[in-house]
């Protein structure tokens, strides 16, 4: 989960909603 880790706050960060719906993408697997 260290990716997620890193990505959440990054998307938060460039505030897009394609980067907030990539985690979940990216935490399934």
């Known amino acids: ?5 890193f990505i ?3 998307s938060t960060v460039l ?3 394609d980067e907030v719906a990539f985690i979940p ?3 399934g697997g």
Request: negative net charge; glycine residues 14%; hydrophobic residues 50%.
């Open 8 to 10: 959440a706050p990054l």
């Open 15 to 17: 505030g897009d909603g």
């Open 1 to 5: 989960m260290a990716v997620n880790q």
């Open 25 to 27: 993408q990216v935490a």
